[in-house]
């Protein structure tokens, strides 16, 4: 068997590649599809089934160009609603790729369509099985059960179908298992992902919070409470998927603009560079999500689909990145491109200070010290004296704050609070400080924290 995880890193997605003889499959595929192809033909094989196994919302997939880059079949749960040609599988069914045995498994909770695939090398007996499980089961956590509430079925209802998706299918396998999830820790289609990208069926069964004996009700409670805020963008990109997205050839390249045409732009302009590039100078009204974190995630989540972009950047290079990583979330819009070396327009600019002073400032009377991290992160533990505003939130809430007063911003590690600080410019703040090396630097350097009383009953 030809064997390949490819992982994602922006999206904390897992794709995988399995050949064998003159055949090949792939499963969960991203939106670029060319690695693929370029896998089957260094392989010498034929892709002949693109598998998903579910309607996935933080991303758009590629089976479409793919199936017709390559002939190959599309195939999904029998519960799911495609707009294109589809094998349809249910449980028991089963294909065959060159010597391989792929068996399907339905395994609804994450979603109601979600199947499990189990890959089975038929000339190789001591083998032990692989087992894809999309976002059904992922390594540490479960798929969260409230991102299909649109389509008629509750939390509850969904984490129910999880439990006995769990508990009637996936762990009666052996222990040996192999399990490779279509996630990554960073992924919002779960809540607590560990970074490790793949397992064994028996090291989830010893660890995995989600996996240790309760009864359904118990679980039904814990794997629904919690879950942070479902980002705008996930059910139009679990629509599009059922539909089918269009080639990433065949979407409008952006144009070059000069600074005039940038400063009257109806639309939302997007500096990808790092935050200490982007605080040195930047283009007015621009917001910053560098390319050097979860850019795509993000993305997704601040700047509403179908809005016009333009992007700001140091290279040709990074525009043609960060036009190819919006498009994996569903942004199509891009219609124009500059380059900050050829800028020549007014400049803003937010200083970026250390914890240090960070400390010293907020410690007096009449600054505002904004956390912009996730509510449970914050709980958890954070610097003293910050008021909490999550970073998908402070676009509606920043109203609880005072424009006029000095406000710095920290998050995890300064990614986050320098998008936060872009948000509350636009808003009309006045002066506001990006906090670099965020909470992770305050702790490291010893001052003070504190923890929420919520974390604090929950045993955290």
Same mark, same amino acid.
């Given at each position: 068997?030809?064997?390949?995880?490819?992982?994602?890193?922006?999206?904390?997605?897992?794709?995988?590649y399995?050949?064998?003889?003159?055949?090949?499959?792939?499963?969960?595929?991203?939106?670029?599809v060319?690695?693929?192809?370029?896998e089957?033909?260094?392989?010498?094989?034929?892709?002949?089934?693109?598998?998903?196994?579910?309607?996935?919302?933080?991303?758009?997939?590629?089976?479409?160009?793919?199936?017709?880059?390559?002939?190959a079949?599309?195939?999904?749960?029998?519960?799911?609603?495609?707009?294109?040609?589809? &094998? #349809?599988?249910?449980? *028991? +069914?089963? $294909?065959?790729? %060159? @010597? =391989?045995?792929?068996?399907?498994?339905?395994?609804?909770?994450?979603t109601?369509?979600?199947?499990?695939?189990?890959?089975?090398?038929?000339?190789?007996?001591?083998?032990? &099985? #692989?087992?894809?499980? *999309? +976002?059904? $089961?992922?390594? %540490? @956590? =479960?798929?969260?059960?409230?991102?299909?509430?649109?389509?008629?079925?509750?939390?509850?209802?969904?984490?129910?179908?999880?439990?006995?998706?769990?508990?009637?299918?996936? &762990?009666?396998?052996?222990?040996?298992t192999?399990?490779?999830?279509?996630?990554?820790?960073?992924?919002?289609?779960?809540?607590?992902?560990?970074?490790?990208?793949?397992?064994?069926?028996?090291?989830?069964?010893?660890?995995?919070?989600?996996?240790?004996?309760?009864?359904?009700?118990?679980?039904?409670?814990?794997v629904?409470?919690?879950?942070?805020?479902?980002?705008?963008?996930?059910?139009?990109?679990?629509?599009?998927?059922?539909?089918?997205?269009?080639?990433?050839?065949?979407?409008?390249?952006?144009?070059?603009?000069?600074?005039?045409?940038?400063?009257?732009?109806?639309?939302?302009i997007?500096?990808?560079?790092?935050?200490?590039?982007?605080?040195?100078?930047?283009?007015?009204?621009?917001?910053?999500?560098?390319?050097?974190?979860?850019?795509?995630?993000?993305?997704?989540?601040?700047?509403?689909?179908?809005?016009?972009?333009?992007?700001?950047?140091?290279?040709?290079?990074?525009?043609?990145?960060a036009?190819?990583?919006?498009?994996?979330?569903?942004?199509?819009?891009?219609?124009?491109?500059?380059?900050?070396?050829?800028?020549?327009?007014?400049?803003?600019?937010?200083?970026?200070?250390?914890?240090?002073?960070?400390?010293?400032?907020?410690?007096?009377?009449?600054?505002?010290?904004v956390?912009?991290?996730?509510?449970?992160?914050?709980?958890?533990?954070h610097?003293?004296?910050?008021?909490?505003?999550?970073?998908?939130?402070?676009?509606?809430?920043?109203?609880?704050?005072?424009?006029?007063?000095?406000?710095?911003?920290?998050?995890?590690?300064g990614?986050?609070?320098?998008?936060?600080?872009?948000?509350?410019?636009?808003?009309?703040?006045?002066?506001?400080?990006?906090v670099?090396?965020?909470?992770?630097?305050?702790?490291?350097?010893?001052?003070?924290?504190?923890?929420?009383?919520?974390?604090?009953?929950?045993?955290?």
């Amino acid at each position: 068997m030809k064997f390949k995880q490819f992982y994602l890193g922006c999206l904390s997605h897992a794709s995988y590649y399995i050949g064998s003889g003159d055949e090949a499959a792939i499963i969960d595929p991203q939106r670029d599809v060319q690695q693929y192809i370029d896998e089957a033909e260094a392989n010498g094989q034929k892709i002949k089934y693109v598998i998903e196994t579910h309607s996935h919302a933080d991303f758009v997939s590629g089976h479409i160009e793919l199936a017709e880059k390559t002939g190959a079949e599309i195939v999904f749960g029998q519960r799911a609603n495609t707009q294109f040609p589809t &094998l #349809k599988v249910k449980d *028991g +069914d089963e $294909l065959t790729v %060159g @010597d =391989v045995k792929l068996s399907f498994m339905e395994t609804p909770g994450h979603t109601p369509e979600g199947i499990t695939i189990l890959a089975k090398d038929t000339t190789d007996d001591s083998a032990p &099985l #692989k087992m894809f499980t *999309g +976002d059904t $089961l992922f390594i %540490g @956590d =479960v798929g969260r059960p409230d991102l299909i509430g649109s389509k008629g079925f509750t939390a509850e209802q969904m984490a129910a179908m999880l439990y006995d998706s769990l508990h009637e299918k996936i &762990l009666p396998l052996p222990d040996e298992t192999e399990v490779y999830p279509a996630h990554g820790a960073g992924s919002l289609c779960g809540k607590s992902l560990s970074k490790e990208t793949w397992s064994t069926l028996g090291e989830q069964r010893r660890f995995n919070y989600a996996l240790q004996p309760m009864t359904k009700e118990e679980f039904v409670k814990i794997v629904a409470a919690d879950q942070p805020e479902v980002p705008a963008y996930f059910p139009l990109s679990a629509a599009k998927n059922l539909e089918g997205s269009a080639p990433l050839e065949n979407l409008p390249q952006p144009q070059k603009m000069n600074s005039e045409e940038l400063a009257a732009f109806d639309g939302i302009i997007l500096d990808v560079r790092s935050a200490d590039q982007f605080g040195a100078g930047h283009v007015p009204n621009s917001i910053n999500i560098g390319l050097g974190g979860q850019f795509a995630s993000w993305a997704g989540t601040m700047i509403p689909i179908g809005i016009n972009i333009a992007i700001v950047a140091e290279t040709d290079e990074q525009i043609d990145e960060a036009v190819m990583r919006l498009a994996r979330v569903g942004h199509e819009t891009v219609e124009g491109f500059a380059l900050i070396g050829e800028y020549d327009g007014a400049w803003n600019t937010v200083e970026q200070v250390s914890v240090d002073d960070a400390k010293n400032a907020t410690s007096n009377d009449g600054v505002q010290f904004v956390d912009v991290r996730r509510s449970q992160e914050h709980a958890n533990g954070h610097a003293a004296g910050t008021v909490n505003i999550p970073l998908d939130r402070l676009a509606k809430d920043f109203d609880k704050l005072n424009p006029e007063l000095p406000t710095y911003v920290i998050c995890q590690g300064g990614y986050r609070s320098s998008i936060g600080t872009s948000i509350l410019e636009n808003a009309g703040f006045k002066e506001i400080y990006n906090v670099t090396g965020g909470t992770k630097a305050w702790i490291d350097a010893g001052l003070e924290t504190e923890v929420s009383a919520t974390a604090c009953a929950s045993g955290k």
